[in-house]
């Protein structure tokens, strides 16, 4: 189902990891929306990893996590999909609902505090991850409905400019080892997905669907 | 289940004249691992281009793309606009009129296969059958429609599963 993902950490970094990160080919970008951090960390911005398995991005996390994080901080996974319907299968309300609800369901499980920034990306309350589903918009990269760009939702559907699924809900956890399992939550809650509602066999119906004077439009369908 | 998990894979939609009983079009979309397949049948896009010309051949010059436009088509910004498209993999861009690029294909009156490696949601496809529905009409009202006599297109048969 998956076929690779890549993730973004924003945060601090001492000079030492940075300089690590620079042996291993690995800039750290500039990101306007990243604040600052105390002295130890001079630069600022995020990372990302190059196309990787799900265990690749582990290891990434486990071995470049940054060295100070604040609330300014997200963590972005994205990841793409072995075949176009299972992207497909994923755009929908249906899908959506479900995601919220097992990732609450995560975060509870996981014991992250109320007053945890985690939460307020939750309800849509930070501005970088709204509530807003539109992926019509987004596959093309157009301004959400609320004015926002395109990409500044929970999902992020950048078919367009990616070929991916970005999930921006998640912040930059203190612990390392919370946000490891906050990208295995979410990889896990994408395949149970499509494991769990697979396709159907056709039920056709026919539905007129324009009965105009002049012409009669029938409309078959069948569904997964 | 009726809910949006049982998004459709397949939609079929037939167009049909009543006065003549004659089928306008028929569309059919599939969405599966590589993309959106469509199958097209319709005698009015045939007609039109053996009156008006075809849409030949794109030309890329310079960083732009330019088309060899039959002069029925140059006449209708309608359908121009449709063409600004060309290329994209995209069927329906901007929300607008379907991506026409695939109607220099021959053979539409025997029906063709056509594989767009792109994504679409439910309301998408649906936008895009309605959009191509409207679109046949037009051209069949404006170019095509025969005054005081019956239509002598029709399609026999059933459409492709």
């Not at chain 1, 559907?157 to 699924?165: I, N, P, R, S, V």
């Not at chain 2, 959106?36 to 051949?57: D, H, N, R, T």
């Not at chain 2, 039959?70 to 329906?92: C, D, F, H, M």
């Not at chain 2, 009129?97 to 994504?119: E, K, Q, Y």
């Amino acid at each position: 189902m998956i076929a690779a993902a890549s993730v973004e950490l924003e945060g601090g970094f001492s000079s030492k990891l940075t300089y690590e990160l620079s042996d291993a080919g690995i800039p750290v970008r500039h990101d306007g929306s990243v604040g600052r951090f105390t002295d130890r960390c001079p630069y600022r911005g995020e990372i990302s990893n190059s196309p990787a398995s799900i265990d690749g991005v582990l290891n990434f996390i486990h071995k470049y996590y940054p060295t100070e994080v604040n609330d300014t901080c997200g963590m972005h996974l994205h990841v793409s999909f072995d075949n176009k319907l299972d992207y497909m299968r994923l755009m929908t309300k249906t899908f959506y609902s479900y995601f919220l609800k097992e990732i609450e369901a995560w975060a509870k499980a996981e014991g992250i505090p109320e007053n945890d920034r985690f939460w307020s990306r939750f309800r849509g309350d930070v501005h970088y991850t709204g509530r807003v589903w539109a992926p019509e918009l987004q596959l093309l990269g157009h301004d959400l409905p609320n004015g926002e760009g395109s990409r500044y939702a929970i999902l992020n559907f950048c078919w367009g400019k990616h070929g991916t699924l970005e999930c921006r809900l998640m912040p930059m956890f203190e612990d390392k080892e919370r946000s490891k399992r906050a990208i295995k939550a979410i990889v896990d809650i994408y395949e149970k997905y499509l494991t769990t509602h697979k396709p159907r066999e056709p039920n056709y119906k026919i539905d007129v669907v324009d009965d105009s004077p002049e012409v009669l439009t029938e409309e078959i369908t069948s569904c997964v | 289940m009726t809910n949006e998990a049982n998004l459709p894979i397949f939609v079929n939609r037939e167009t049909i004249l009543k006065n003549e009983n004659a089928r306008l079009i028929t569309i059919q979309v599939k969405r599966d691992s590589e993309g959106i397949k469509l199958y097209l049948k319709s005698p009015v896009f045939e007609k039109f281009f053996s009156q008006y010309g075809a849409v030949e051949s794109q030309i890329p010059w310079l960083g732009h793309t330019a088309y060899n436009m039959p002069a029925g088509l140059e006449s209708a910004s309608y359908q121009a606009r449709a063409l600004k498209y060309w290329g994209k993999n995209t069927l329906v861009p901007d929300g607008d009129l379907p991506n026409l690029a695939f109607l220099r294909m021959r053979g539409l009156s025997d029906g063709i296969n056509v594989t767009v490696p792109t994504v679409m949601t439910r309301s998408q496809l649906l936008d895009f059958m309605r959009l191509f529905k409207d679109y046949t009409q037009t051209l069949y009202r404006e170019f095509l429609k025969p005054v005081n006599q019956s239509l002598e297109i029709i399609i026999s048969g059933d459409a492709q599963n």
